[in-house]
Structure formats: structure tokens, C-alpha cells
């Protein structure tokens, strides 16, 4: 276990840019006008990001952050961009590459000139060009921090199973039982033993995939914090693998109930039919939105009672507010295992309806 803690740290440190930035903001006017607000400190935690935030101090006009500019790889016009967020000028929010000029606004980047002009429309939304945005944004490195991890731990667990039988110890004691309940109790049970061996192998790493971003994004400092599996991109990239899978390996009577639902009257094929077609994308939707709203919902709690001492300003309600957060975090560590579990369960049950032989 040391032996992976050191590679984890090894790998963290090569892979993640080593040059972390130190920065004074001074924006009296914007500061002064808008204060405290809840709405843009909730969202800025929940949405993805080219800057990995480590720690601030201070308050007011000098406050100092010191954070870590992630890689930038935009394609404009045919030329390739490479640099760090860093380039972006703390004032103006513009970087210069290549003789083109790019402008950073709330976590997207547009194409502008030397001047940062932009183009609005009737609802405030800038409506300049974008470039092809390929950067490796905080949950990118997030993703990557989790494979790692799953890497290090299951294979250094792996290596316990070679040679003689031994009983467990360690962490292979903790994840052995819930390996064999994914397994038995889950993949087994839904799709049977004669053709679920084949899925295993997903679904195992689709649930232990989950979790431990789940976790990740539960720990409030540097390398967490990130809301990786409340992104919609990326539920909706796992659903449609869960869709595939199971389409893919969907049985002759699966898609003969499913486009012509045999024994049943043609008045009602027409509507049933229609209904079954559609029910094989609403399965993938299902699974999208169900895992994005989940983990998002406990993000947003969790910092919106946190954001109740400054929006209140009483230091009455600090003690409440902080007893709540620590019930609704200790609530969400049982969420992240629970919505590893439904997820693996749903599919493992779409999977099974599709490989099952019917009989007539």
C-alpha cells in the first residue's frame, strides 16, 4: 500500500504541471458592487475548469490565490495552440498565441483580437467565433488521477492472487467482498450465469469508476474537489457504453419483441412498437440524468449551507450551518457508493433484458 501512495504521488506530480502560480486580484469596483454571491461560487465549483485552484488567503482588494494553470490546445484557422492558462492576462482575460488572440469568459474561449472585443446578444451571451477546444481541463485530470488509481490499487492486488492461496489482507480484505457482491449479487443476478461472465469485466470497472471519482470529488482540496461525475459529458459517455453493450449484444427475441411485438394485435403494434423503439434511448437518458443530478445535488447543498455564515454574516449561524454540511457530507460519502450501485445495477439489467432467449 506505501508502494502505491508513492507511485500515486510520483505519477500526480509528472503529470500535473509543476509550475503553480501566485497572484494578487485587485478589483475593487466589481468587488465593492457585487460582494458575496452564493449563485457564482457554487457554480464555479461545479463546473469544470482550465485552473486547478489550490488555496487563497487574504480578503478584500488583496486576496492571494495560488493555483496551478492547466495545458490550453485550441485549433484556429488551421494553426495548433499550446500554452498555459496562465498566459491569460489577470485584467483583460486575453492570451496571445501564434499571432491570434483569444479571449477567456466563465470557463469558454472565443476568439477576439488585441482589444478583447466581443459581440453580445439580446441576452448577454457573447457571440464571437470559438476555436476547437481539445484543453485538459480539471476534470480531464481528474479522470486520469482516478485511472491511476484504479490501476495501482487492482493491480498490486492482482499480484496477491498469483501463487499459493493466502486469506486476505489489507486493502484486498476490503475490496474482495464488494468485487464478489458486484459479481454474484448484481451482474449474475440480472443477467445469469451462463452469459454473465462475459459482462463482468465492465461492469466491475464501471462501478468502481464511479465510486472513486465520486470520492474524488468529495475531498474539498487539491487533487479534488473536481465535479467529475456530475458532468453531463461525462454520464452521457457511459450510458451510451451501457447502450451499446447492451444493443450490441442484444438476442434475436430481444429485438423481435422490441420492433414487432409478436402476439399482440396490430391495432395495438402501432402504438406499442413506437413506445419500444424510443424506450432504447430513454434507458441511456435515464442513466445520464439520474448519476448527473445526484452527485450534482449534493455538491450544491453542501455549499449552499456552507454559504449561509456569509450570507448571513451572524456568527450564530456558523455552528449550525457547519454541523449540517459535515451530516450532508457524511450523507454523500453513502451517496457516491449508492450511485456506483444503481448505475451498475441498471445496466446490468438492460443488459440482461437484451441477452435473454425468450420463450413463446
Known amino acids: ?25 485587485i478589483d475593487s469596483e466589481s468587488h465593492e458592487a457585487e460582494g458575496f454571491d452564493p449563485t457564482e461560487l457554487i457554480m464555479h465549483h461545479i463546473s469544470d475548469s482550465h485552473v486547478w485552484h489550490i488555496v487563497s488567503w487574504g480578503e478584500g482588494d488583496h486576496q492571494t490565490h495560488i493555483e496551478i494553470p492547466l495545458p490550453i490546445i485550441l485549433i484556429n484557422k488551421g494553426k495548433f495552440h499550446f500554452f498555459l492558462y496562465s498566459r491569460f492576462d489577470h485584467h483583460s482575460h486575453i492570451a496571445e498565441s501564434r499571432g491570434s488572440y483569444f479571449l477567456y469568459h466563465h470557463g469558454e474561449i472565443y476568439n477576439t483580437d488585441k482589444a478583447g472585443s466581443f459581440e453580445e446578444d439580446e441576452h448577454g451571451h457573447i457571440i464571437n467565433s470559438k476555436p ?59 443477467i445469469g450465469q451462463k452469459k454473465g461472465e462475459k459482462f463482468v469485466p465492465y461492469l466491475l470497472t ?10 474524488i470529488g468529495l475531498v474539498p482540496f487539491f487533487p479534488g474537489g473536481s465535479n467529475f461525475t456530475g458532468n453531463i459529458s461525462v454520464t452521457m459517455v457511459l450510458s451510451v457504453l451501457t447502450f451499446l453493450i447492451t444493443n450490441i449484444n442484444g438476442s434475436k427475441s430481444y429485438w423481435k419483441h422490441t420492433l414487432t411485438a409478436p402476439g399482440v394485435p396490430f391495432f395495438v403494434k402501432v402504438l406499442l412498437v413506437p413506445v419500444e423503439f424510443i424506450g432504447l434511448f430513454t434507458k441511456p437518458f435515464a442513466l445520464t440524468i439520474r448519476l448527473l443530478a445526484n452527485i450534482t445535488a449534493g455538491h450544491i447543498i453542501i455549499l449552499s449551507l456552507v454559504s449561509l455564515i456569509f450570507i448571513l454574516q451572524s456568527v450564530f449561524v456558523s455552528p449550525v450551518s457547519i454541523l449540517l454540511s459535515l451530516v450532508m457530507f457524511m450523507l454523500e460519502l453513502l451517496v457516491a457508493v449508492l450511485q456506483a450501485y444503481i448505475f451498475t445495477l441498471l445496466s446490468a439489467l438492460f443488459i440482461g433484458m437484451a441477452v435473454a432467449d425468450h420463450e413463446h
Open 1 to 25: 500500500m506505501k508502494r502505491v501512495l508513492l507511485y500515486f504521488i510520483l505519477i500526480i506530480g509528472f503529470l500535473l504541471p509543476t509550475v503553480a502560480e501566485e497572484r494578487s486580484e
Open 132 to 190: 476547437w477546444d481539445f484543453s485538459l481541463t480539471r476534470n480531464v485530470w481528474s479522470m486520469w488521477i482516478s485511472v491511476v488509481l484504479l490501476v495501482l490499487i487492482f493491480t498490486s492486488i492482482a499480484k496477491k492472487y498469483r501463487g499459493k492461496p493466502a486469506s486476505p489482507k489489507g486493502l484486498q480484505s476490503l475490496l474482495e467482498p464488494i468485487v464478489l457482491f458486484v459479481k454474484d449479487d448484481i451482474v449474475m443476478e440480472q
Open 206 to 215: 464501471v462501478f468502481f469508476f464511479i465510486w472513486i471519482n465520486n470520492l
